[in-house]
């Protein structure tokens, strides 16, 4: 049977992604809204605060899914359904296992619920009910919905998001209405509940569809479980990069108010919103590539794998070249019209954010790949990554408050994945010199460089102000995205390499 084309996979997975983004960010505002005016402050808080808790037991997961995901690329390959049965077989008993240990653990979280919210307006019977309802929901995915990770492994991510995402928006607008006629905390968390419930029957439906033979059984997975001893392998070491990302997120706020105020987390979080909002669009037009590398790399074809790479590193540089140009000139002006000019942060500041952006937009595939190599063994390197992060953010927050802060991230997100990572991938992917990966990045880097100083040459032909109205600022925006546009993309398809190539193919949707 032929291959279907990564590709057509690839943006099909990217255009799910992007319409149901949109559907949830629009559906969001009023959503919150809704459920502010009608249910309270209060109440959202409770709900947002409890689902943050069982959060953290989640962490129970351990990276299982992940390592079952690349065990799953090669015989996904190779057409291997014997195989694909018997690894989904090991999954569902692994997630058996865990879901009965996040069961546990939320029981004995259970009996400190008083404790953590002692002063509330709400009675137990609703805390409690809300909490078991949002931990049934999630023990689902570790007893029922496990199959899931196959449609991933297989390019086939845009099912689970288009079910997952159309009852989600679907279970929203039932509790948006239920919020607005009856204001019943109960009846929300019912509908919470009963969407999770429903969600897993239409999904397992689905993969029943797509895989009429898979037949895995959770008792086979505990006698094949010694079969395949790289699951656990690559799960301790996953788990160490888990530990060290969610590090890597949480410290930031935490040291912000430690060292400068509790004002300036607000602060930086106005900031933060936008960002981030920025580059989980970004991400969502990539997610659905990770699967295909891994399908590549199983297939074995270096040179491919190389073109590849360079193609998809040629968009990510082209794209954060072009995130931090809008950012620079657009989110302060945003900023002044959404919520005032006291709300400004320092250019300094600004510039330091930036710098972060453009590090975690153009080097954030370096993983994808050494993921689908099976490359998680440095797991030195996350907790190296976290160590810096937290003792310069100390140091130099103490110094120079908020920029010090944000600078422990950016060196050691530069000296371990910026850095380490292509030179490990280098090393023990493509087992070759990474001298050219250098010389190529710094060409990307340069081409940014003339392009935003040929901008700044001819930028005064601009008479808009931005910060005169929300229209000024759209016309603002699409006429600097225009002009600098034109340069930037006519250097990258002359300059760049890998773009053209990128192009060609997206154009023709081929593999």
């Known amino acids: 049977m032929a291959q279907e084309s990564r590709v057509k996979k690839s943006l ?35 709900t947002g605060t409890l689902q943050n808790l069982l959060g953290f037991l989640n962490l129970a997961e351990l990276g299982i899914g992940s390592a079952i995901g690349y065990v799953l690329y090669k015989p996904l390959f190779d057409h291997d359904e014997a195989k694909i049965n018997e690894i989904i077989s090991v999954f569902g008993y692994l997630y058996r296992w865990i879901g009965r240990i996040i069961l546990g653990a939320g029981c004995i979280l259970a009996c400190f619920l008083p404790l953590i919210f002692p002063d509330t307006q709400f009675e137990l019977g609703i805390i409690f009910f809300a909490y078991f309802a949002f931990l049934a929901s999630s023990l689902i995915g570790y007893f029922a919905n496990y199959k899931q990770t196959l449609l991933g492994a297989d ?79 690559y799960t301790k070491q996953l788990f160490v990069h888990k530990i060290g990302n969610m590090v890597q997120c949480q410290v930031a706020p935490l040291l912000i108010y430690a060292f400068v105020s509790l004002q300036m987390v607000a602060f930086y979080g106005n900031y933060s919103i936008i960002i981030d909002k920025v580059q989980a669009l970004i991400n969502n037009l990539f997610t659905g590539l990770e699967a295909g590398i891994g399908n590549l790399i199983a297939e074995g074809n270096q040179n491919k794998i190389e073109k590849v790479f360079w193609e998809i590193t040629s968009v ?20 002044t019209l959404w919520l005032g000019k006291e709300y400004i942060l320092s250019n300094s500041v600004i510039i330091i954010i930036l710098v972060n952006t453009y590090l975690r937009i153009s080097n954030g595939y370096n993983a994808s790949f050494l993921f689908g190599y099976g490359l998680f063994n440095d797991t030195w390197a996350p907790l190296t990554e976290a160590t810096i992060n937290i003792v310069i953010a100390i140091i130099a927050g103490s110094i120079w408050g908020l920029p010090g802060i944000l600078m422990g991230n950016i060196i050691s997100y530069l000296l371990i994945v910026c850095i ?25 880097i340069v081409i940014l460089a003339i392009s935003w100083y040929s901008f700044i040459l001819i930028k005064n032909i601009i008479t808009i102000t931005p910060i005169q109205g929300y229209l000024n600022f759209i016309f603002f925006a699409i006429t600097i995205l225009l002009i600098f546009g034109t340069i930037y993309t006519l250097m990258m398809l002359f300059l760049g390499i890998g773009f053209n190539n990128i192009i060609h193919r997206l154009l023709n949707k081929t593999q």
Request: proline share 3%; aromatic share 24%; with cysteine.
């Open 420 to 444: 380490w990572k292509p030179y490990f991938l280098y090393w023990k992917g493509f087992k070759k010199s990474s001298t050219d990966y250098w010389l190529n990045i710094l060409r990307y």
């Open 12 to 46: 099909l997975n990217a255009r799910v992604n992007l319409i149901f983004y949109f559907l949830t960010l629009a559906l969001s505002f009023f959503s919150r809204k809704i459920f502010l005016d009608c249910l309270g402050a209060d109440f959202v808080g409770l």
């Open 316 to 335: 990510r540089y082209y794209i954060a070249g072009f995130t931090v140009f809008l950012i620079y000139y657009l989110i302060n002006p945003f900023i």
């Open 155 to 233: 390019q086939k991510n845009y099912v689970v998001t288009a079910y997952f995402q159309t009852a989600n928006i679907v279970k929203v607008l039932i509790q948006m209405a239920s919020a607005y006629y009856t204001g019943s905390y109960y009846l929300w968390v019912v509908i919470e509940l009963a969407f999770g419930i429903i969600y897993s029957f239409i999904l397992n439906w689905k993969i029943n569809q797509v895989y009429p033979w898979l037949k895995s059984e959770v008792k086979q997975g505990k006698l094949l479980f010694k079969k395949y001893p790289e699951v656990m392998r």
